[in-house]
T-cell receptor, first 115, second 113 residues
Framework: NAGVMQNPRHLVRRRGQEARLRCSPMKGHSHVYWYRQLPEEGLKFMVYLQKENIIDESGMPKERFSAEFPKEGPSILRIQQVVRGDSAAYFC?????????????FGPGTRLTVL | AQSVTQLDSQVPVFEEAPVELRCNYSSSVSVYLFWYVQYPNQGLQLLLKYLSGSTLVKGINGFEAEFNKSQTSFHLRKPSVHISDTAEYFCAVSDQGAQKLVFGQGTRLTINP
């Protein structure tokens, strides 16, 4: 049973370009979470999605960032017009049902570098 | 809003010595508590979690943690560490009924031979 998959593992973009990060949850998991880890910091919640629905985007910057989890295919975190401050590791996690006390399974992360 | 404080950013210990990594959280409402480990360039792996019941929780790799409601703490301990325990350790909290995890800043555990 494959774990949470994220691609690409490393992504380099120049300022002003777009970054697309993909996350395939574990088989049977319908809940996806995105977190951002800035250098030397802990993970910060960004957004929680179920299939075709954004449930909680309270941690997502209001501009340039968007997320989706379509009926078919991976979840996508999209960052438009990237700036240097967007350089970070972006982690996706999934759970089979409402997380609550259930474990969130994390992917290996995408490390975004903005030049 | 919930917050988590890991009091030590770095903890160096000698191999086979005991270790305690400290974690305090802010909210007094009912919470779920977690410890995750992150090895270099990898994602997070769950070590253990507290949901309810016994305040002493045992996890993988010989780790355990104790939930102390009055002190709002959830410290992680291991009686004898190994070189392979070198990693970053994150404490996380979620309010019961909430889905998101709130993480501490992390503690880098370094094991010296």
């Amino acid at each position: 049973n494959a774990g949470v998959m994220q691609n690409p593992r490393h992504l380099v973009r120049r300022r002003g370009q777009e970054a697309r990060l993909r996350c395939s949850p574990m088989k049977g998991h319908s809940h996806v979470y995105w977190y951002r880890q800035l250098p030397e910091e802990g993970l910060k919640f960004m957004v929680y999605l179920q299939k075709e629905n954004i449930i909680d985007e309270s941690g997502m910057p209001k501009e340039r960032f968007s997320a989706e989890f379509p009926k078919e295919g991976p979840s996508i975190l999209r960052i438009q017009q990237v700036v240097r401050g967007d350089s970070a590791a972006y982690f996706c996690a999934s759970s089979p049902q409402l997380a609550g006390g259930n474990e969130q399974f994390f992917g290996p992360g995408t490390r975004l570098t903005v030049l | 809003a919930q917050s988590v404080t890991q009091l030590d950013s770095q903890v160096p210990v000698f191999e086979e010595a005991p270790v305690e990594l400290r974690c305090n959280y802010s909210s007094s409402v009912s919470v779920y508590l977690f410890w995750y480990v992150q090895y270099p360039n990898q994602g997070l792996q769950l070590l253990l979690k507290y949901l309810s019941g016994s305040t002493l929780v045992k996890g993988i790799n010989g780790f355990e943690a104790e939930f102390n409601k009055s002190q709002t703490s959830f410290h992680l301990r291991k009686p004898s560490v190994h070189i392979s325990d070198t990693a970053e350790y994150f404490c996380a909290v979620s309010d019961q009924g909430a889905q998101k995890l709130v993480f501490g800043q992390g503690t880098r555990l370094t094991i010296n031979p």
